[in-house]
């Protein structure tokens, strides 16, 4: 409920405006990712990992979940 949606591919460089292309990032770290010089790397369908402003890793990549869903209103 207090999440803000970050593209991934940044929709001034193309990306789409869609659930494949957007991460849900708490307001403080989504904030880090645009102001703050913290990096997300990858893709949610592989793994993301977090980069510090000096480029080192804050931890090891998550895992993430696999499945499939679909909503009305996603790309097909």
């Not at 292309?21 to 102001?35: I, K």
């Amino acid at each position: 409920a207090h999440t803000d949606a970050h593209h991934i591919t940044h929709w001034a460089h193309g990306g789409d405006t869609n659930l494949h292309n957007l991460l849900l990032l708490c307001r403080h770290h989504h904030r880090a990712v645009h102001e703050g010089g913290y990096a997300i790397h990858g893709h949610p369908s592989d793994h993301m990992w977090f980069t510090k402003p000096d480029g080192t890793h804050l931890h090891d990549p998550l895992p993430v979940p696999r499945g499939s869903f679909t909503l009305p209103f996603d790309d097909p």
